[in-house]
T-cell receptor
Framework: ETGVTQSPTHLIKTRGQQVTLRCSSQ?????VSWYQQALGQGPQFIFQ???????GRGNFPPRFSGLQFPNYSSELNVNALELDDSALYLC???????????????FGPGTRLTVT | AQRVTQPEKLLSVFKGAPVELKCNYSYSGSPELFWYVQYSRQRLQLLLRHISRESIKGFTADLNKGETSFHLKKPFAQEEDSAMYYC???????????????FGAGTRLTVKP
């Protein structure tokens, strides 16, 4: 069983550019959640994908978008980057939902994004 | 609105001493509460969740709905417990649409020898 992987490990972008971050789910997981973790803060929920459809969204603007593929891997896209987008971006996969109870989320190591 | 508050950013105790990491929450419905831990150079991982009522690595946490708290406790801290601890909340409602997790800002625990 392989764990959650993310790529790249880190990258540097310029304000106004666009970025794509990638996540491979743990084997057998059909749900992916993305989080933004600013320095000194806890992770903040961006959105979740369940079986290729967006299944919930946090308080982030539309320039944050995502995709989930048939193999349940996922991408996070951020357009028109701003300095405040500098953060660690975490991906977490899980089995999804059953009976109203949340399954455990398994986190990837994160992608460190720096916007200059 | 869902909110998780961890009032202590830093907590330092000596090995063998009891430790309590505080977590308070606000949520209008029935929440699920979790503690996640991040050891040095490792990824975030689940430590325990209130519905399982387990004791993991000697840690326990009781959900107190009256005080809206979910404090993490261990009677005798070990040096290997030094890590970043995050309290998290997920809304529990039916039909559930998604299990977005709200995290606190975290508490860095240092256990001194």
């Amino acid at each position: 069983e392989t764990g959650v992987t993310q790529s790249p490990t880190h990258l540097i972008k310029t304000r106004g550019q666009q970025v794509t971050l990638r996540c491979s789910s743990q084997s057998g997981h059909n749900t992916v959640s993305w989080y933004q973790q600013a320095l000194g803060q806890g992770p903040q929920f961006i959105f979740q994908y369940y079986r290729e459809e967006e299944n919930g969204r946090g308080n982030f603007p539309p320039r944050f978008s995502g995709l989930q593929f048939p193999n349940y891997s996922s991408e996070l896209n951020v357009n028109a980057l701003e300095l405040d987008d500098s953060a660690l971006y975490l991906c977490a996969s899980s089995l999804g939902l059953a009976g109203g109870e949340a399954y455990e989320q398994y986190f990837g190591p994160g992608t460190r994004l720096t916007v200059t | 609105a869902q909110r998780v508050t961890q009032p202590e950013k830093l907590l330092s105790v000596f090995k063998g001493a009891p430790v309590e990491l505080k977590c308070n929450y606000s949520y209008s419905g029935s929440p699920e509460l979790f503690w996640y831990v991040q050891y040095s150079r490792q990824r975030l991982q689940l430590l325990l969740r209130h519905i399982s009522r387990e004791s993991i690595k000697g840690f326990t946490a009781d959900l107190n709905k009256g005080e809206t708290s979910f404090h993490l406790k261990k009677p005798f801290a070990q040096e290997e417990d030094s890590a970043m601890y995050y309290c998290a909340l997920s809304g529990r409602y039916l039909p559930r649409t998604h299990n977005d997790m709200r995290f606190g800002a975290g508490t860095r625990l240092t256990v001194k020898p």
